[in-house]
């Protein structure tokens, strides 16, 4: 369920309703089923949810799991037996399943300020009157804080910084203009155009955490953007929605993180490293500078190149490279 601090929930849908919406064939369960939010296929928690999978084995994530309406691809119903919600099938179910984000969760749209300001924060910043500061507090000039933002004990907000939808730890420092929480980069094809799929996770900083000047950190689109205690973030650096960042990370200035990678404790990315989306870094791992990353990388391994590979392999190819090109020059 979305978290009510930050999104509304809309009146429910019946699955009758839904599956016409979206254009779908119903193939089991109960047509007069009332459903009442959206929720990833793994967190399937009640009779009211809507999950979506793209592929028909994926059904097999729900056996046991109490859900209101699954949208999966034509040729799931064999899988669909026996499952304890209704299953609709579905030329494009990630299309299905925004088209009913949208129509059952919207974003909570900013109220009126703060009317008792934390002795912390200076008069020219933006304070949703739901959001929750602490008193000790730093939040500087222009800065925007949306409803049900959580700031922790001693954390300092820069100038012109923008969070909306997030929970910031104690002590987190974060530099002038960062942006943290925005609407991640998800779209679907649609039959006139691209579809935004509704992003409906938050943000949410540990203890002690350094975002640097001008870094946006995008929510999660049904998860959350988690960026563990004690990780250090530079400057102009892209967190895409869904990340999971491990704890005592550094992220130095200009990497960009795809969407819905998971990066281990102690990683350290030298600048401009690039991560293509869904990957995993192992802990301890070591990403040189302008690596561009393709696969995962195991637990305490140092690659570097585009497309990244383990150091030593790249060095000797560098290398070699190299010899081949001055002799042909000579």
């Known amino acids: 369920m979305p978290d009510s601090r930050f999104f509304e929930t809309l009146a429910p849908l019946s699955v009758a309703d839904a599956t016409e919406i979206v254009g779908a064939r119903l193939v089991s369960g109960e047509a007069k089923a009332t459903l009442t939010h959206v929720a990833a296929l793994g967190a399937a928690d009640d009779d009211g949810a809507v999950v979506y999978c793209e592929k028909p084995n994926g059904l097999s994530a729900l056996a046991g799991k109490r859900f209101g309406l699954c949208l999966a691809p034509e040729g799931s119903e064999q899988a669909a037996a026996g499952l304890s919600g209704a299953v609709a099938l579905v030329k494009s179910p990630r299309l299905g399943f925004a088209l009913l984000g949208a129509r059952l969760h919207r974003p909570l749209k900013p109220g009126d300020g703060m009317k008792v300001r934390p002795r912390g924060a200076h008069s020219a910043a933006f304070i949703d009157g739901s959001a929750e500061i602490a008193d000790d507090a730093e939040i500087g000039p222009g ?23 997030a929970l910031i730890g104690p002590r987190a420092r974060i530099l002038p203009g960062a942006r ?143 010899k081949m090109t001055k002799k042909r020059n000579g």
């Open 143 to 165: 800065a925007y804080i949306g409803p049900g933002v959580v700031i922790g004990a001693g954390a300092v907000i820069g100038h012109d910084v923008s969070i909306s939808h």
């Open 180 to 322: 943290l929480g925005q609407s991640g980069f998800g779209f679907v094809p649609g039959p006139s155009g691209l579809v935004k799929v509704p992003q409906l996770g938050r943000v949410v900083l540990g203890a002690d955490v350094e975002i640097g000047a001008n870094t946006t950190i995008d929510r999660g689109a049904l998860e959350d953007t988690i960026i563990g205690d004690g990780t250090k973030i530079d400057n102009l650096v892209q967190i895409g929605h869904n990340v999971r960042l491990g704890r005592n990370c550094v992220i130095a200035a200009q990497c960009g993180v795809s969407g819905s990678c998971v990066i281990g404790d102690g990683v350290m990315m030298g600048g401009q490293v690039g991560l293509a989306d869904h990957l995993t870094i192992g802990a301890g791992a070591m990403l040189a500078a302008g690596s561009g990353l393709m696969r995962d990388v195991p637990a305490g391994e140092t690659w570097g190149g585009r497309p990244a590979r383990p150091i030593k392999e790249w060095l000797r190819e560098t290398a070699a490279l190299a």
